[in-house]
């Protein structure tokens, strides 16, 4: 089996060629992103592992069943990038990754919001140019606060544990509740408008696009800070700009930005971003951005990588497909 990984970064390389030294597969590592302009790379490959900025339309999926691809093998848990249904009915099916550290997610959410909180990057950059001042660092606790969760998946499982660790109340909004100690599932809307914290956990769908908009934002509170560890387009990035602005809301820590490809995993520092809605959030005060890196950890790694060669494995012995997207 040759199998062909888009948006390769020298970690994906590492863990890899570990994990497949079990299994033995031919991969070649491209560092272009799969989309209409690339996918010709696959020609000759089984599979193709794409990641999440990688673009698998109608277009790709045209191609690759034309180079004689079998299987798409995500190795992430969203699948929004992809046209899992066409793919499908050309007869390639999707997998995906569902699992493979929740804990990496929920952790770098609270990093997130504790360095919010705290000031800390400012306290940092402080202290570098040994300025020792602590005016304008007053924190915040988050003991006794209250957490929005929205999306209780294992994610947000974890991060519900984490919330408890810290003494603070936790609200939870899913479509599909489950039953879960200590937490009270409630509407969006009481959620938004009763939480000191709010971070989502949830994959994207056309329902849920834009969930946080200006309607949303103007019924949180005007101290309350907003954590996105998910997916980009769950939140209007220009209606989440302009709530900033106008100090209608407390602060935002984002993982992922809507308008990411192209511009997360790159090196842009010698030309900057022409985007000027990210542009603007970055430069504010009360924002934090990282790079798509919430599951950026060794455990995590390793298992995107032993999970997506098991799908591969399963693809080839002709087995029922654990992780396909249906």
């Known amino acids: 089996m040759k199998i062909a990984l888009f948006d390769t970064k020298s970690y ?3 863990h890899f060629d570990e994990a497949n030294r079990k299994y033995g597969y031919d991969i070649v590592y491209y560092d272009a992103s799969l989309n209409r302009d690339t996918a010709i790379l696959a020609k ?4 193709v592992c794409p990641f999440v900025n990688c673009t698998v339309d109608r277009n790709v999926v045209d191609v690759l069943k ?8 995500m190795r992430s848990a969203g699948f929004n990038n992809v046209d899992y249904r066409y793919a499908l009915s050309n007869g390639i099916p999707v997998v995906r990754v569902p699992a493979y550290s929740p804990h990496a997610v929920a952790e770098h959410s609270f990093a997130l919001l504790l360095a919010l909180v705290r000031k800390l990057t400012h306290a940092y950059v402080r202290t570098r140019e040994f300025n020792f001042s602590l005016s304008g660092l007053v924190g915040i606790d988050l003991y006794g606060k209250t957490m929005g969760i929205v999306g209780t998946g294992k994610i ?25 100690s200590g937490v009270e599932y409630t509407d969006l809307d009481t959620l938004l408008r009763e939480s000191d914290v709010v971070s989502l956990y949830c994959p994207l769908t056309n329902d849920n696009r834009h969930m946080i908009n200006a309607r949303t934002l103007s019924d949180m509170k005007d101290t309350a800070y907003i954590i996105n560890t998910s997916r980009g387009a769950l939140i209007d990035s220009d209606a989440l700009l302009e709530a900033l602005k106008e100090k209608r809301i407390g602060g935002a820590a984002l993982d992922v930005y809507e308008e990411e490809a192209g511009i997360f995993y790159t090196d842009q520092s010698d030309e900057g971003i022409a985007d000027d809605t990210l542009a603007r959030l970055i430069s504010m005060p009360n924002v934090i951005i990282t790079s798509h890196q919430g599951y950026l950890t060794k455990e995590a790694l390793s298992a995107i990588s032993e999970t997506t060669l098991s799908n591969v494995k399963e693809f080839e012995e002709g087995k029922v497909l654990t992780n396909q997207v249906k």
Do not use: H, N, S
């Not at 974890?158 to 939870?172: C, N, P, Q, S, T």
């Open 66 to 73: 034309q180079e004689g691809v079998k299987l798409i093998a």
């Open 44 to 47: 000759g490959a089984d599979v």
């Open 156 to 180: 947000g499982r974890a991060a519900i544990d984490i919330a408890k660790g810290f003494g603070m109340r936790v609200l939870a909004y899913d479509p599909y509740p489950a039953e879960i």
């Open 12 to 14: 994906d390389r590492l």
